[in-house]
């Protein structure tokens, strides 16, 4: 069967799904038309496509296969595609409806990666067609996103049961052996409920450390790359606006955060890709998430590299950059502010000081 855009497009014309023969074993007809029968009575038109995503083959990201295949669709609603750099994810893109619907969609997709009692491919494809149909993605989302950062209470423990990490707890007979085991079990419990607090502890810690790198280095690079690029300048005004944003950041940089933020303005100066979110120093941001700090409102879609999204999928702390302490986005900069530049107008931020 072919995979090109046209010919899934002729496939989603009769039925709302595409399979690849990569994927029909896992989910198979009958199955499949169960969940046809969901899409059918859903208002929201919902059109999935299941081909695999691979570097260098036809498709190679998720975005790439909704725009082509809804150019040749031309049919607004929610397309979802399953993202094979985290395999229980499912990314939707929608054309038509409003703000809202478009945001509950998208989470739709996300929230069923943290509903892990779904465990079949087909499970959680079913889940997120239900949520996209009934418009309660954002909703399973926030529910879902908090139960999985909320450290739950641990039950006390019982003769012959087992402790957190799996070893057995067993009640001996004799008193001075019961207080000991009861004393060793009490600082054990207090010991992983400190080390819970700390990961959780917001903002401060919940997204770790940044990596070390010499500032001399750093400083280096970053000069390096503000003379390459004002050497080959291009591109018109956009371009010098950059590059003269760079230069002023570099002179009055005092910190790892300020040269991490000539590298976001050289790499803006340049025309490429925003370079990662949490730190510039990872690279490009080659995936984009959906990302909100534990106990907070807002939610962030931000392009990071492959290893903080990653860590961001798995529920661990990114790498964050850190400035002078604390991650860097908490502090009153242009960095924080706009999210070196993912988030608002960096270059005008620094021009404008």
């Known amino acids: 069967m072919s995979s090109d855009g046209a010919a899934?497009?002729?496939?989603?014309?009769?039925?709302?799904?595409?399979?690849?023969?990569a994927y029909e074993s896992a989910l198979p007809k009958a199955r499949r038309d169960q969940i046809v029968r969901r899409i059918r009575r859903s208002k929201t038109p919902i059109f999935v496509i299941l081909v695999p995503i691979v570097a260098g083959s036809t498709w190679q990201s998720s975005t790439q296969v909704t725009t082509v295949v809804q150019s040749y669709l031309?049919?607004?609603?929610?397309?979802?595609?399953?993202?094979?750099?985290?395999?229980?994810v499912f990314d939707v893109a929608?054309?038509?409806?409003?703000?809202?619907?478009?945001q509950a969609a998208n989470d739709a997709g996300w929230a069923v990666s943290y509903e892990k009692r779904y465990k079949?491919?087909?499970?959680?494809?079913?889940?997120?067609?239900?949520?996209?149909?009934?418009?309660?993605?954002?909703?399973a989302y926030e529910q879902d996103h908090?139960?999985?950062?909320?450290?739950?209470?641990?039950?006390?423990?019982?003769?012959?049961?087992?402790?957190?990490?799996?070893?057995?707890?067993?009640?001996?007979?004799?008193?001075?052996?019961?207080?000991?085991?009861a004393a060793g079990l009490l600082w054990l419990?207090?010991?992983?409920?400190?080390?819970?607090?700390?990961?959780?502890?917001?903002?401060?810690?919940?997204?770790g450390t940044a990596r070390e790198a010499g500032e001399d280095e750093l400083r280096a690079r970053a000069e390096t790359e503000l003379v390459a690029l004002g050497e080959s300048l291009e591109g018109g005004e956009p371009a010098l606006d950059a590059y003269t944003a760079a230069g002023r950041a570099f002179d009055r940089a005092r910190s790892t955060a300020d040269l991490a933020g000539v590298?976001?303005?050289?790499?803006?100066?340049?025309?490429?890709?925003?370079?990662?979110?949490?730190?510039?120093?990872?690279g490009e941001g080659v995936i984009t998430v959906?990302?909100?700090?534990?106990?907070?409102?807002?939610?962030?879609?931000?392009?990071?590299?492959?290893?903080?999204?990653?860590?961001v999928r798995d529920r661990r702390a990114p790498d964050v950059l850190l400035d002078r302490g604390r991650p860097y986005y908490e502090a009153a900069t242009p960095w924080a502010e706009t999210g070196y530049g993912q988030l608002g107008d960096l270059v005008g931020r620094v021009l404008g000081e």
């Open 74 to 88: 031309g049919r607004d609603g929610a397309y979802v595609t399953l993202n094979t750099d985290f395999g229980d």
């Open 189 to 207: 419990r207090r010991r992983r409920a400190r080390a819970a607090v700390e990961a959780l502890r917001l903002p401060h810690t919940v997204f």
């Open 120 to 139: 079949t491919l087909a499970a959680r494809l079913a889940r997120c067609v239900d949520l996209i149909a009934t418009g309660k993605g954002s909703e």
């Open 290 to 311: 959906r990302w909100r700090a534990p106990g907070t409102r807002p939610r962030l879609e931000v392009s990071v590299c492959a290893t903080c999204a990653k860590a």
């Open 8 to 21: 899934i497009a002729r496939v989603l014309r009769r039925t709302p799904i595409y399979v690849d023969p």
């Open 94 to 102: 929608t054309w038509g409806g409003t703000d809202e619907q478009r």
């Open 263 to 282: 590298l976001a303005l050289v790499q803006k100066g340049k025309g490429g890709p925003p370079l990662c979110y949490f730190d510039p120093r990872h």
């Open 146 to 181: 908090d139960a999985a950062f909320t450290p739950r209470p641990s039950a006390a423990p019982r003769p012959h049961a087992k402790d957190d990490d799996g070893f057995p707890v067993v009640v001996p007979a004799a008193a001075g052996a019961v207080v000991l085991a």
